[in-house]
């Protein structure tokens, strides 16, 4: 059974900073690309940034320059420094990793249960 938690949100003033964390855990034999994504009330669920195994990373234009992704590949671990926060950033945060739990499996989608963040004086 493999699970992902993320943990680190929270209320945040405009302009301030948050970090929040993303750990997949339990069978695993391999994970590639891990990414964060975001959903605001009322609106789809839509890609925040990206990052492969070897460091590629991908970002949304909204978040670009402002927010970075980065992993700990030895503890399946991902995270996002969201810096220069506005209130439209305002949302439940949802890490995704892409892994197989064996070497013979296929590739599969897991999602943790999110971690809202909210933007707001």
């Known amino acids: 059974q493999v699970q992902l938690v993320e943990s680190g949100g929270g209320l945040v003033e405009p302009g301030g900073s948050l970090r929040v964390s993303c750990q997949a855990s339990?069978?695993?034999?391999?994970?590639?690309?891990m990414g964060w994504y975001r959903q605001a009330p009322g609106r789809q669920r839509e890609l925040v940034a990206t990052?492969?195994?070897?460091?590629?990373?991908n970002y949304a234009d909204s978040v670009e320059g402002r927010f970075t992704i980065s992993r700990d590949n030895a503890k399946n671990m991902v995270f996002l420094q969201m810096n220069s926060l506005k209130p439209e950033d305002t949302a439940s945060y949802y890490c995704?990793?892409?892994?197989?739990?064996?070497?013979?499996?296929?590739?599969?989608?897991?999602w943790g249960q999110g971690t809202q963040v909210t933007v707001s004086s």
């Open positions: 995704n990793a892409n892994l197989k739990v064996s070497w013979s499996g296929s590739w599969y989608p897991y």
């Open positions: 339990g069978s695993i034999f391999r994970v590639a690309t």
């Open positions: 990052i492969t195994s070897g460091g590629s990373t």
